[in-house]
């Protein structure tokens, strides 16, 4: 046991901390426009891509060089980089699973975010159950015709391209008749329509596919691999960015703290109370062991160990955390915790889970999401209880069908 | 970064489990519940041999010189097997000892306690039930003799097997520990007996307990960053122990969950259940995260030492709470029965949870560092 940074990590992170805190912009970038050229810029001085080979443009990085990163843009509050999905999902799909032509032609258009992409999987019928998805992709000679709806779909206006799954077998069993396609979002068979998150913002949204075309080049492994492609490509999202979460929590807290020294309650400083004390100290320690437990993820990566189905005790750990921490960050702001509109008063702004700014009021609205999507927790309990803790399955009226 | 264990630490870790396994089964601690000593002196001279009693003491005095990290895994099985006996008591006295002994101190105890020969323990809460160092109120003064020492010390760990007690007191130089025996006139131990009859407490009175010069740790009124230490050291090794006794119980719970059936299915296949060991798991999972961080911290003496100490003791101390609980209640109605053993592990898990300060007396800690 040794959990101090190596010498050449700590020389990394110093440079990385340097690079962000003279290049981080002063402003949040807005538009989308000023966003990607933020993003350029992270990728023009080599920190977009991390965990991507070299060989397709990434940097090939040790888990611990892309955990410092991360870290580092938390540590600095810079901007997130765009088309996350593409980055963190599409194009790990296309390395692991891609043919060499789908590698030249979309890899180094997702890092540099020449192409956005979203992600078209869950459907109004098919969320925790993905594998019952009903959106068709048919064969019509020299391409696919692909007939349905997603939604929740995130990023899903801005995106250029989705990563598709469909059914192009309804004879064989649910997970064996469905395959993983690229999709243009920019063709008349497709039509984006936002849906308003609970935030008041529209991150999301519902995709209609009506008679769209998937090129025939556009199909990722075999026909009918889809949903084996999925289950690989869902674990890419985890580990490295477990560290840098728990930055943004801290840094978080810290304006936390700053507010209980102004907000005053029974005529004291509200960190002179010993209830909103015993909050405080409850929070940090949850926090704190949520780090503990990313630099464990984060030595079991370092060795080539992949955590497999322990990486949902870390997803559960987290999102349960995170709301939590909020609900009591509003118990502890009391009205304050209310406001969406930042004021002038330093404490009110806060990092959503988002990666966007906002503040506490939407911080804690985003908190919900974190249960729900990627696998809720429900999932994640009955992931760990089948396959970490070997409980048996459940009787479930589907499995007699497959 | 490196959070896994080495060979030699798993290889450690392996030999006592397999030692516990074989000779510290429930039923060694069910028959001892009767016995007024509450220990078996054959399997502490056992621990000797295997170098556990020297595990954190220098190489000159018989020991291995290791540190926290292989201190708590040690006290981790301990807690797995729900182990009766003066082992943490006498590793913080002696670690007083090392810290802060002469040369004659250490060489009258250091040696003995590594070979088994002695055993000890400090009293670390004070009169009113308060384990802040700086609050205590125990009354040094001097004599001709040396020193007279007066006040309460409640809940001292396994004082009625020891042959030194290390107790802090207050004089006019300021907080000091002195090394007292049991036998020194004034000195009074009264047995508390708590729900873990595993676990040993006594109340200790000191009523004009007079001790030689010598019997100070260190110069007089120096003791206070010493005995926070170990206080320190006492919350991750309890929370090692804890941790223990938790993993204990997830494993009985998974265990029979898989085997005990009712509307036709094992347990486990209802959510209901499965979804409580998956929590628990997560709990004893995070707390393995907390103690070895915080007993790394301590060998490593990092700056946030101090702080994972009392993140570790707040945060395994809910957990293990929480997680010995639940395992009885995955159990039904067996699970709240007195012969079988999983209340071996619960009551463990609580009776620590009081000591070194509880996870409110440890967020107070916290809070005041982040809001300082
Ligand atoms: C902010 C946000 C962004 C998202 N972005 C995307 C995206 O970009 N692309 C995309 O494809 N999807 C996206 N999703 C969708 C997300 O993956 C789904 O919401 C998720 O899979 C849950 O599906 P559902 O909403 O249909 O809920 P359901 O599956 O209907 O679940 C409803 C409730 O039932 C519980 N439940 C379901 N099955 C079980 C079971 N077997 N055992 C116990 N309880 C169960 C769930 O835990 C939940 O509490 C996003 C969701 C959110 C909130």
Redesign the interface.
Same mark, same amino acid.
């Given at each position: 046991?040794? &959990?101090?940074?190596?010498p050449e990590?700590l020389a990394f992170r110093d440079q990385t901390r340097r690079w962000f805190a003279a290049n981080t912009p002063a402003h949040e970038p807005r538009t989308l426009d000023e966003r990607r050229a933020w993003h350029r810029r992270m990728y023009d001085a080599g920190y977009v891509g991390m965990g991507w080979p070299k060989e397709y443009g990434g940097q090939s990085a040790t888990p611990?060089q892309q955990a410092i990163v991360a870290d580092e843009m938390a540590h600095a509050g810079a901007p997130p980089t765009i088309n996350g999905l593409g980055i963190g999902i599409v194009g790990p799909t296309i390395i692991v699973h891609g043919a060499e032509a789908q590698k030249q032609r979309y890899l180094r258009k997702i890092l540099m975010a020449d192409e956005l992409w979203c992600q078209l999987y869950s459907e109004p019928n098919a969320g925790s159950d993905l594998a019952s998805l009903k959106t068709r992709a048919e064969d019509a000679g020299d391409h696919f015709v692909v007939n349905g709806q997603k939604i929740w779909t995130s990023g899903g206006v801005i995106a250029d391209w989705g990563l598709l799954l469909a059914r192009t077998d309804s004879k064989v069993a649910k997970h064996k008749g469905i395959s993983c396609f690229l999709l243009s979002m920019r063709q008349p068979g497709v039509e984006v329509r936002p849906l308003r998150q609970i935030t008041g913002s529209s991150q999301f949204s519902e995709v209609f596919m009506t008679g769209a075309r998937a090129e025939k080049a556009d199909l990722i492994g075999r026909l009918g691999q889809g949903w084996e492609i999925a289950q690989t490509t869902l674990s890419y999202e985890r580990g490295g960015n477990s560290l840098a979460r728990v930055t943004r929590y801290a840094s978080a807290?810290?304006q936390l703290?700053r507010a209980?020294?102004e907000l005053r309650r029974q005529g004291r400083p509200l960190?002179e109370d010993?209830v909103v004390?015993?909050k405080?100290?409850?929070i940090? @320690?949850?926090l704190?062991?949520q780090r503990?437990?990313a630099?464990?993820v &984060?030595?079991?990566l @370092?060795?080539g160990e992949s955590p497999g189905a322990a990486s949902s005790?870390t997803k559960?750990?987290y999102s349960e955390f995170e709301k939590r921490y909020h609900e009591i960050a509003q118990e502890i702001l009391g009205p304050w915790g209310q406001v969406t509109v930042a004021g002038p008063d330093e404490f009110s702004e806060v990092e959503t889970s988002s990666g966007e700014p906002g503040t506490w009021a939407q911080a804690f609205l985003w908190s919900r999401a974190g249960t729900i999507y990627a696998g809720s927790s429900?999932v994640?309990?009955?992931v760990?209880?089948?396959r970490?803790?070997? &409980?048996?399955?459940?009787?479930r009226a589907d499995r007699a069908k497959v | 970064?490196?959070?896994?264990?080495?060979s030699d +630490?798993q290889l450690l870790r392996n030999s006592a489990r397999a030692f516990l396994d074989e000779r510290c089964k429930p039923a060694l601690a069910r028959a001892l519940w009767d016995d007024p000593r509450g220990e078996s002196e054959a399997m502490w001279k056992d621990m000797a041999q295997l170098g556990w009693l020297g595990l954190a003491l220098p190489e000159a005095f018989g020991g291995a010189d290791l540190g926290m #990290?292989e201190t708590a895994l040690l006290l981790e099985e301990m807690g797995r097997a729900a182990y009766p006996g003066p082992y943490f008591s006498t590793v913080l006295a002696a670690t007083a000892i090392v810290e802060l002994g002469s040369e004659a101190q250490k060489r009258r105890w250091l040696a003995a306690i590594a070979a088994g020969a002695a055993r000890g323990t400090v009293a670390l809460l004070d009169g009113a039930m308060d384990w802040t160092p700086a609050a205590v109120a125990t009354k040094a003064e001097r004599t001709a003799a040396g020193w007279s020492l007066t006040g309460t010390k409640p809940f001292v760990p396994w004082a009625h097997v020891a042959d030194v007690l290390a107790v802090p007191a207050r004089s006019s130089e300021g907080l000091s520990l002195f090394l007292v025996e049991p036998s020194t006139p004034g000195l009074t131990l009264s047995p508390v007996t708590g729900m873990d009859l595993s676990m040993r407490w006594t109340n200790v009175t000191l009523d004009g307990v007079t001790v030689p010069d010598d019997a100070v740790l260190g110069a007089p009124g120096q003791a206070l960053p010493l005995v926070e230490g170990l206080l320190r050291i006492g919350a991750v090794g309890a929370a090692a122990e804890m941790l223990g006794a938790a993993r204990r119980c997830l494993d009985m719970a #998974?265990a029979y969950?898989?085997v005990r059936e009712q509307f036709g +299915?094992?347990i486990?296949?209802? +959510?209901a259940?499965?979804?409580k060991? $998956?929590?628990m !798991? !997560?709990e004893v =999972?995070?707390s393995?995260?907390?103690t070895?961080?915080a007993a790394? $911290?301590l060998d $490593?003496e990092?700056a946030d030492a101090e702080?994972?100490a009392? %993140?570790a003791k $707040?945060?395994v101390g809910d957990a293990a709470r929480r997680v010995c609980g639940e395992a009885i209640q995955v159990h039904g109605g067996i699970g709240f029965t007195w012969e079988y053993d999983l209340h071996l592990y619960f009551k463990r898990a609580k009776a620590l949870e009081v000591m070194y300060g509880d996870a409110?007396w440890?967020? =107070? !800690? %916290?809070?005041?560092r #982040?809001?300082a």
């Open positions: 046991m040794d &959990l101090n940074y190596s990590d611990m807290f810290y703290v209980t020294k960190v010993p004390r015993m405080i100290g409850r940090w @320690t949850e704190e062991v503990y437990a630099l464990r &984060l030595s079991a @370092t060795k005790i559960l750990s429900e994640q309990k009955n760990i209880g089948e970490v803790l070997g &409980l048996p399955k459940e009787a | 970064m490196d959070f896994s264990f080495t +630490q #990290v #998974v969950a898989k +299915q094992p486990g296949s209802f +959510q259940i499965r979804h060991c $998956a929590e !798991l !997560l =999972e995070n393995h995260a907390a070895y961080y790394w $911290a $490593a990092a702080m994972a009392s %993140i $707040a945060y409110d440890h967020r =107070e !800690l %916290i809070a005041r #982040v809001t």
